[in-house]
């Protein structure tokens, strides 16, 4: 059984540890803070294929994509394993390290995309952005977890050789965290649950050049949250956790 100590004035100290234990270990298996590949056919190409839409699952890469698919319905999941973990925190004199028991995240994605003629295809779909937890037990029971998801719809359009597609999506933000993060009086987290909504536009061009020779461009606004209240305090910037733009 992993000893618990308390921690008074260590807690700000363990608090960036926790936060940085979330932030950093994405990156071996992400774009920066975003998951690499969206649904099972981009999760296979690495996220590339930008270019290359022609499935339902061209909403969340590029929208202009969809005229390409027919009308069928996609689901599949991804699996998240980072393993995090934090070493070598000196927390006034003793030093700690830990593995988090949370290192299985499990993400759904569901597409569905309609042709409404030869050249005009709309689309629905649920799908992450990204996200993580942790919960360690060393020096005490303390944790974050942080998921990201959208919801969108989609409209595309042929017009000779050039496509586009626009899909307005709105973003759910999930945020909780446990244990004393911040140095007392703050109170210690305990797993209360906060929710963000936002909302942004993704949208793409294609360009079929020639036969088997396609240029596109792809991106998205940034989504633009609400506050994350009860955290505010632990996150900064008023709890907001803003989504950037992409391209």
């Given at each position: 059984m992993k000893k618990h100590v308390g921690l008074g004035a260590k807690s700000a100290t363990l608090g960036v540890a926790a936060l940085l234990a979330l932030t950093a270990a994405p990156a071996y298996a992400t774009e920066g803070a975003f998951v690499n590949g969206i649904g099972a056919r981009n999760k296979a190409m690495a996220g590339a294929g930008v270019a290359d839409q022609n499935d339902a699952s061209a909403i969340a890469v590029n929208p202009a994509g969809l005229v390409n698919s027919g009308t069928q319905l996609n689901v599949?999941?991804?699996?998240?394993?980072?393993?995090?973990g934090f070493t070598n925190i000196n927390l006034g004199g003793a030093a700690f390290?830990?593995?988090?028991?949370?290192?299985?995240?499990?993400m759904p994605h569901i597409f569905y995309n309609k042709r409404l003629d030869a050249n005009t295809a709309a689309a629905f779909g649920v799908y992450?952005?990204?996200?993580?937890?942790?919960?360690?037990?060393?020096p005490q029971d303390f944790?974050?977890?942080?998921?990201?998801?959208v919801i969108s719809a989609a409209l595309a359009k042929r017009i000779g050789n050039v496509s586009i597609g626009f899909a307005p999506g709105i973003a759910v933000t999930v945020f909780k965290a446990k244990g004393q993060l911040l140095p007392p009086p703050a109170p210690a987290y305990t797993d209360e649950v906060d929710v963000a909504l936002g909302f942004g536009v993704r949208g793409g061009i294609t360009w079929d050049v020639t036969q088997g020779f396609r240029v596109a461009v792809a991106g998205s606004s940034p989504y633009f949250m609400d506050n994350l209240g009860k955290y505010r305090a632990l996150l900064g910037g008023n709890g907001n956790l803003r989504i950037p733009a992409t391209l």
């Open positions: 599949s999941a991804s699996f998240f394993v980072p393993k995090p390290s830990d593995r988090s028991d949370a290192n299985f995240f499990l992450p952005l990204f996200g993580m937890g942790t919960d360690y037990d060393i944790g974050i977890e942080l998921s990201t998801g």
